[in-house]
């Protein structure tokens, strides 16, 4: 087969031919639906078919919101199905044993209990009108599907937390998380030294430069936000105390909202 003749080829000519036709400010959905068409058409993964275009996210997104949240509904519903078709696509060349792992993908979004977990994403969209944050929920919902976790009580603080944190905000819990993660993951953490330990790993934290002194009314806004989604835990208060000598301690529900920010369907 010529270079020139291969299905992917002769898909991108006819797009370059379809992208001089089509309005400005057309649908990111239309063409995440025809990469994902020619992508079938590869002769190694011919007998995989993208299954989350075919759902009508979109429509879903719309039918569970008000027309006032419009714009917003159709943003979360293109970047969820941009989100599922990437960890389609990340599952067909990752995973060994791809064909089992894309059958129980499909059933799961295909569910009643996926549409409850959207609806939850739908609700919280009237919270923003920034793309980076619904974002994130996109990216969340998607990784929960990737962690077989679509549970609407697991969801609703995590999309709070989406759509009012700042990135300052995140930012500082992926430091966090990165000084704390191996703390929390150790098996029959014993709690009785726990906030030993963590007084430990913060003060390795602190010493590590992580954090900028002359910044610290600043991480003090972002410390308090993220403290009341429930991700980190202040251990003591000291008025009169500069930046890193307060105590923080990563929560496990942190942790998992971090993760769930991450590339779609990235290793943890």
Not at 68 to 83: I, Q, R
Request: glycine share 6%; hydrophobic share 40%; net charge negative.
């Amino acid at each position: 087969m010529a270079i020139n003749d291969h299905p992917v080829a002769v898909f991108n000519k006819q797009l370059e031919k379809d992208e001089l036709l089509k309005p400005v400010g057309a649908s990111l959905i239309e063409s995440a639906g025809r990469l994902a068409g020619a992508a079938t058409q590869v002769p190694a993964l011919s007998i995989f078919e993208p299954v989350s275009k075919t759902l009508g996210i979109v429509s879903k997104c719309l039918s569970l919101g008000v027309p006032t949240v419009e714009e917003n509904l159709k943003l979360l519903g293109e970047l969820v199905e941009d989100s599922l078709l990437k960890l389609e696509e990340r599952i067909i060349v990752v995973r060994e044993e791809a064909h089992a792992e894309l059958e129980r993908f499909r059933a799961t979004i295909k569910s009643e209990a996926f549409t409850d977990y959207l609806a939850i994403a739908v609700l919280h969209t009237q919270r923003t009108k920034q793309k980076s944050r619904l974002e994130r929920m996109a990216r969340i919902l998607a990784n929960g599907v990737a962690a077989n976790d679509v549970e609407p009580e697991n969801l609703d603080d995590m999309m709070r937390a989406a759509a009012e944190l700042k990135d300052a905000d995140v930012l500082l819990l992926g430091r966090i998380c990165d000084s704390q993660r191996s703390l929390l993951k150790q098996r029959g953490l014993n709690p009785t030294n726990w906030f030993g330990q963590v007084q430990s790993y913060w003060n390795d934290f602190v010493n590590s430069g992580a954090l900028d002194a002359s910044k610290h009314l600043v991480y003090r806004s972002s410390f308090s936000r993220l403290e009341s989604h429930g991700l980190i835990q202040k251990f003591r208060e000291i008025s009169t105390a500069s930046v890193g000598f307060e105590h923080y301690a990563l929560l496990e529900e942190g942790l998992r909202f971090y993760e769930r920010l991450q590339e779609i369907g990235s290793p943890k």
